[in-house]
């Protein structure tokens, strides 16, 4: 071995025991989330707290980065991907450095304290403002502080990056999410017009939990994923936990829903996080190498399983013989009716139960409050009657209550700058989509089939294998030769709503 490989591999193990660390807040975030656990939230958040303290020490350490900037400078033998490992690991400590310590402790205590009371607040119908604003109000005061201090004239955008380096500005996502939004509106007019089929009396029997658990095995398995190392548990929102990718990923589902439909899409949507998480390369543990490039291009993997593959016809097709078993009834049904009836496009105010058409909009107005409580122009007190007010003008309808608007999910407790990367994945999940079908013209009759390796292999060679080393913004530039932009997700919409008028 090299000097420069000896160098490399000393270097590295404070690499590792960064990442490993991270896994244990995960592991944490886990139990507290799927276990019937008697900890109150303090104990989870002081525990996580406690670990990012001492992440904070190996990142702020001025050997590490000597030493990292030595090897950049004289790489000798070092391979591509370990160069690609050293850059991101500096980019990835330049934040950790500039906070204060103290700052780092206080966001990640306060944040699990909330989500902690957040998830008792659903057991018992208090996800008010009025019981959990106080928890709120702590965090925006915290996230803005750390937002200012990575980006003093646009601190959403500073937030923002620590899910998704290279963001160029708060003001370039929300154009193009208010592009999308406009662009997009003449088909969800178009849409919401098409007749009621009705229920699907089979999907909405209620549900028990272990077929469940046997029905989305199926699924997993048609989609080449590696289901004996995957552990599926039960939480009030959705998830998926990297523990110790690619070996140790995990997902949970809110398995209380009385409708099994509502379980297809989401059960599949947190696989697909999990199987990006799988593809890495696992020689490359605990470091970037086998990290996601950015929460944008994660999201980006489950939109596609989800709604490019999901919710498509030829897909449906294919469940309707796998469920054909467990719902005789189903066997009435059409694959174009069916289609219509789980792409139905309405107005609500439930995200994770949107539709592709509205779904941008529900994130265009989270990214846009957001912006608003983090530069100080809105006041936690006036949250609940401005996402009213926004709801109203994007979804054209206004939520029941806190439950189901402003506090419907966990997010402004796990991290504010959160929201605009879904909408990112969203448009790129169409970007690989449109790649994918020039590849593979036949896609649509191999998913049909129930062949996902043409498809998989796409994903694995040119996404999941090359993990973290990249920013999603230039991994997404590089294999498909343009940037992230919204128009393939305009014209996938526009021939979705084409499939819809002639199932109809």
Same mark, same amino acid.
């Given at each position: 071995?090299?000097?420069?490989?000896?160098?490399?591999?000393?270097?590295?193990?404070?690499?590792?025991?960064?990442?490993?660390?991270?896994?244990?807040?995960?592991?944490?975030?886990?139990?507290?989330?799927?276990?019937?656990?008697?900890?109150?939230?303090?104990?989870?958040?002081?525990?996580?707290?406690?670990?990012?303290?001492?992440?904070?020490?190996?990142?702020?350490?001025?050997?590490?980065?000597?030493?990292?900037?030595?090897?950049?400078?004289?790489?000798?033998?070092?391979?591509?991907?370990?160069?690609?490992?050293?850059?991101?690991?500096?980019?990835?400590?330049?934040?950790?450095?500039?906070?204060?310590?103290?700052?780092?402790?206080?966001?990640?205590?306060?944040?699990?304290?909330?989500?902690?009371?957040?998830?008792?607040?659903?057991?018992?119908?208090?996800?008010?403002?009025?019981?959990?604003?106080?928890?709120?109000?702590?965090?925006?005061?915290?996230?803005?502080?750390?937002?200012?201090?990575?980006?003093?004239?646009?601190?959403?955008?500073?937030?923002?990056?620590?899910?998704?380096?290279?963001?160029?500005?708060?003001?370039?996502?929300?154009?193009?999410?208010?592009?999308?939004?406009?662009?997009?509106?003449?088909?969800?007019?178009?849409?919401?017009?098409?007749?009621?089929?009705?229920?699907?009396?089979?999907?909405?029997?209620?549900?028990?939990?272990?077929?469940?658990?046997?029905?989305?095995?199926?699924?997993?398995?048609?989609?080449?994923?590696?289901?004996?190392?995957?552990?599926?548990?039960?939480?009030?929102?959705?998830?998926?936990?990297?523990?110790? %990718?690619?070996?140790?990923?995990?997902? !949970? *589902?809110?398995?209380? +829903? $009385?409708?099994?439909?509502?379980?297809? #899409? =989401?059960? /599949?949507?947190?696989?697909?996080?999990?199987?990006?998480?799988?593809?890495?390369?696992?020689?490359?543990?605990?470091?970037?190498?086998?990290?996601? %490039?950015?929460?944008?291009?994660?999201? !980006? *993997?489950?939109?596609? +399983? $989800?709604?490019?593959?999901?919710?498509? #016809? =030829?897909? /449906?097709?294919?469940?309707?013989?796998?469920?054909?078993?467990?719902?005789?009834?189903?066997?009435?049904?059409?694959?174009?009716?069916?289609?219509? %009836?789980?792409?139905?496009?309405?107005?609500?105010?439930?995200?994770?139960?949107?539709?592709?058409?509205?779904?941008?909009?529900?994130? /265009?107005?989270?990214?846009?409050?957001?912006?608003?409580?983090?530069?100080?122009?809105?006041?936690?007190?006036?949250?609940?009657?401005?996402?009213?007010?926004?709801?109203?003008?994007?979804?054209?309808?206004?939520?029941?209550?806190?439950?189901?608007?402003?506090?419907?999910?966990?997010?402004?407790?796990?991290?504010?700058?959160?929201?605009?990367?879904?909408?990112?994945?969203?448009?790129?999940?169409?970007?690989?989509?449109?790649?994918?079908?020039?590849?593979?013209?036949?896609?649509?009759?191999?998913?049909?089939?129930?062949?996902?390796?043409?498809?998989?292999?796409?994903?694995?060679?040119?996404?999941?294998?090359?993990?973290?080393?990249?920013?999603?913004?230039?991994?997404?530039?590089?294999?498909?030769?343009?940037?992230?932009?919204?128009?393939?997700?305009?014209?996938?919409?526009?021939?979705?709503?084409?499939?819809?008028?002639?199932?109809?």
């Amino acid at each position: 071995m090299s000097k420069q490989q000896q160098a490399f591999v000393a270097w590295l193990a404070t690499v590792k025991q960064i990442w490993c660390l991270e896994g244990l807040k995960g592991e944490l975030e886990w139990q507290m989330a799927t276990t019937d656990h008697q900890h109150p939230g303090e104990y989870f958040a002081s525990k996580t707290a406690e670990i990012s303290g001492r992440q904070q020490v190996l990142w702020r350490s001025e050997e590490f980065r000597a030493d990292a900037l030595r090897l950049l400078a004289n790489p000798g033998d070092l391979s591509e991907m370990q160069m690609g490992i050293i850059r991101a690991t500096l980019r990835e400590s330049q934040l950790p450095r500039t906070l204060p310590m103290k700052l780092v402790r206080q966001t990640v205590h306060a944040g699990m304290v909330g989500q902690s009371a957040w998830e008792e607040a659903g057991k018992d119908g208090r996800r008010t403002m009025e019981h959990l604003g106080g928890h709120l109000k702590k965090i925006v005061e915290l996230q803005r502080m750390k937002g200012l201090a990575a980006d003093p004239d646009d601190p959403y955008a500073g937030l923002a990056r620590t899910q998704e380096p290279g963001l160029p500005s708060t003001k370039w996502l929300l154009d193009i999410l208010e592009d999308l939004h406009r662009d997009l509106q003449p088909l969800v007019e178009e849409a919401v017009a098409f007749p009621d089929l009705g229920e699907i009396p089979a999907l909405n029997k209620p549900h028990e939990a272990n077929a469940f658990r046997l029905f989305t095995m199926g699924c997993l398995n048609r989609m080449g994923l590696e289901v004996d190392k995957l552990e599926i548990a039960q939480s009030s929102h959705p998830f998926c936990a990297p523990i110790a %990718a690619p070996d140790d990923v995990r997902i !949970s *589902i809110p398995l209380e +829903y $009385e409708k099994w439909w509502r379980l297809l #899409l =989401p059960g /599949l949507h947190e696989a697909a996080h999990a199987r990006y998480e799988q593809g890495f390369l696992p020689e490359w543990k605990y470091t970037p190498g086998a990290r996601p %490039a950015s929460t944008g291009l994660h999201e !980006s *993997i489950a939109r596609f +399983y $989800e709604c490019r593959v999901g919710r498509s #016809l =030829p897909f /449906l097709e294919l469940m309707l013989d796998m469920m054909g078993d467990m719902f005789p009834e189903l066997k009435e049904w059409s694959p174009e009716k069916l289609y219509s %009836a789980l792409n139905r496009c309405t107005r609500q105010t439930v995200r994770v139960q949107a539709d592709e058409l509205t779904y941008n909009s529900h994130i /265009l107005l989270r990214v846009r409050i957001y912006q608003e409580l983090i530069e100080g122009r809105l006041e936690v007190e006036d949250f609940s009657a401005r996402w009213n007010e926004l709801s109203l003008h994007y979804l054209g309808v206004e939520p029941e209550s806190d439950a189901l608007g402003c506090l419907r999910d966990p997010h402004p407790f796990m991290g504010i700058g959160y929201y605009g990367t879904y909408g990112i994945g969203n448009m790129v999940a169409a970007m690989f989509w449109r790649e994918i079908e020039g590849v593979h013209p036949n896609i649509e009759v191999e998913i049909r089939k129930g062949n996902f390796e043409g498809l998989n292999r796409w994903l694995q060679t040119n996404i999941f294998c090359k993990g973290g080393v990249s920013t999603g913004f230039q991994l997404v530039e590089d294999v498909l030769g343009r940037p992230v932009g919204p128009y393939d997700l305009i014209q996938v919409m526009r021939e979705h709503v084409a499939q819809l008028n002639r199932a109809y």
